[in-house]
């Protein structure tokens, strides 16, 4: 239990162009989902939590306008990174969080991560 | 301001040592998550503490909650080459995750 997937597990795009990550928690319902980056070797930096059905808390430092953030649904949200650019490139990772059977409510599960490249 | 700091930051020992990571803090968790990440993968949970004082183990692997529920450890006994990844700590603070800088360990055969 407590999967989560991301989709795709990689892109290359062009500057200028919208990309959009998807994450799906498959057998539990995500009260709650987080969206984070990281750059080699370094620890995760958290951009922004998004509960189902409201907007987006975005970390000091994020922009919400670049980057967009959608949680339809218990088992979805989405990360669209709007303009990218070079310095855009990095690996996006997602988590989700809302008691999956049998574990602790604010245990965090992660997906496997989005390699994004922009060109 | 880094919450949370996890050290070694690096580390390469010998199959068969054992070592011992760290993360101190001066804030309190409400709970304390240790994952393991192998490149281009998304972190692991290994283990959850939430009890002042907690021990828990997991084969090789010994985690421990500070009384104050403000650092933590982890502890591998007798390295094995497949531990080799990027061991993250992480405190429980207001619903999110505070993430300490990581441990690069590599265990040479």
Request: glycine share 10%; hydrophobic share 30%; charged share 15%.
């Amino acid at each position: 239990g407590a999967v989560v997937s991301q989709h795709p597990s990689w892109v290359i795009c062009k500057s200028g162009t919208s990309v959009k990550i998807e994450c799906r928690s498959l057998d539990f319902q995500a009260t709650t989902m987080f969206w984070y980056r990281q750059f080699p070797k370094q620890s995760l930096m958290l951009m922004a939590t998004s509960n189902e059905g409201s907007k987006a808390t975005y970390e000091q430092g994020v922009e919400k306008d670049k980057f967009l953030i959608n949680h339809a649904s218990l088992t979805l949200s989405t990360l669209t990174v709007t303009s990218a650019h070079p310095e855009d490139s990095s690996f996006y990772i997602c988590s989700a969080t809302g008691g999956a059977k049998g574990r602790i409510p604010y245990e965090q599960y992660f997906g496997p991560g989005t390699r994004l490249t922009v060109t | 301001t880094q919450l949370l700091e996890q050290s070694p930051q690096f580390l390469s020992i010998q199959e068969g040592e054992n070592l011992t990571v760290y993360c101190n803090s001066s804030s309190v968790f409400s709970s304390l998550q240790w994952y393991r990440q192998e490149p281009g993968e998304g972190p692991v949970l290994l283990v959850t503490v939430v009890t002042g004082g907690e021990v828990k183990k997991l084969k090789r692997l010994t985690f421990q909650f500070g009384d104050a529920r403000k650092d933590s450890s982890l502890h591998i006994t007798a390295a094995q080459p497949g531990d080799t990844g990027l061991y993250l700590c992480a405190g429980g603070q207001g619903g999110k995750l505070i993430f300490g800088q990581g441990t690069e360990l590599s265990v040479k055969p």
